[in-house]
């Protein structure tokens, strides 16, 4: 049995692993961080939140620059992007309890086939699907701007009945820390959906070099964004996975109101981070073409994308 409380461990401590481990923290949630280059500033001035929707939070967490040196951890929320998967797998499985339940905070389509293989028969994988805007403003400092919502989908594992009451117990997790979480029935739809918004955001932020706001601002540009918006619908349905009627433009008037955001992509970019081409465009991609279905104008912007990047290194 866990505790009434599970121990919690954040892997990527940035942006996303940054706030949702700084909320359950806040919630009195035993959270455990494990930090590569920021950790002595963490360690030292713990970690801050700048939020337009919570107000400033300072807290002194329990960070680790070594997975040796972190407790067992109950659940594990991996922020970390996705093009860093294989370097994380031993630590998550370093990091993680018996029964552990593992919950990818990343974009894209392919992402847990790719990291099930490394992980222990007794491990469950979720998927969570993040809806915020959040940045790293500097090292141990997060910016949040809007939104917060993550909802969560079991992808595989021993648990029975397809995962739902450890999703149900996930939700409830964030629910208790103040965030707004549901659980999905379908995780690939799900993430078609997510693709729905980053396909045409994170691309066009690095390509164009703009946020959101003149993005939206711009007829072209707007144009652009919505027939983006309608190949990712025809591409999740010719993979089986009907969205719900109206959902793109839904989306699409969700971001008129928002804040001004850079999204994440062009925050990779700009300190020239490898970029998620493969999980939010490639692995797409591929499988509508395998089933029939062409997406051209996501096809060349992931060529645009992929000439740009090829000079990108890990700093």
């Not at 360690?43 to 939140?49: A, H, K, N, S």
């Not at 031993?90 to 339940?101: C, E, N």
């Not at 999905?184 to 997510?194: E, G």
Request: charged share 15%; with cysteine.
């Amino acid at each position: 049995m866990h505790p009434r409380k599970p121990r919690i461990g954040i892997i990527g401590s940035g942006a996303i692993g940054g706030f949702y481990g700084l909320m359950l923290a806040r919630a009195g949630f035993d959270v455990h961080f494990l930090l590569r280059s920021e950790y002595e500033v963490v360690r030292d001035q713990g970690l801050m939140l700048e939020s337009a929707v919570h107000g400033a939070l300072q807290m002194q967490v329990q960070a680790y620059a070594n997975v040796v040196d972190m407790p067992k951890c109950d659940w594990l929320l991996v922020g970390a992007k996705a093009t860093s998967n294989d370097q994380l797998a031993p630590l998550i499985v370093q990091a993680a309890a018996p029964d552990a339940r593992v919950v990818l905070l990343q974009n894209g389509l392919g992402v847990e086939e790719q990291l099930r293989p490394a992980l222990r028969d007794d491990m469950h994988l979720l998927g969570g699907l993040c809806f915020i805007c959040v940045n790293r403003q500097a090292p141990g400092v997060i910016r949040h701007q809007a939104l917060g919502a993550v909802n969560l989908g079991y992808h595989s594992g021993p648990a029975s009945e397809g995962g739902t009451a450890l999703v149900k117990e996930g939700a409830g997790l964030f629910q208790a820390a103040g965030i707004d979480s549901q659980a999905m029935d379908n995780l690939s739809q799900a993430r078609w959906q997510k693709l729905v918004w980053n396909v045409p955001y994170n691309g066009l932020s690095v390509l164009l070099g703009a946020s959101t706001t003149p993005l939206m601002a711009d007829p072209h540009s707007r144009a652009l964004i919505q027939a983006l918006m309608d190949e990712v619908v025809q591409g999740a349905a010719a993979c089986g996975h009907v969205l719900p009627e109206g959902y793109a433009e839904h989306l699409f008037q969700v971001t008129e109101r928002m804040p001004d955001y850079w999204p994440s992509m062009y925050h990779d970019h700009a300190q020239q981070r490898p970029l998620e081409l493969q999980a939010i465009y490639g692995e797409p991609l591929a499988r509508a073409r395998a089933a029939g279905c062409s997406l051209p104008r996501m096809e060349m912007l992931y060529q645009a994308l992929s000439f740009i990047s090829r000079d990108t290194r890990p700093i």
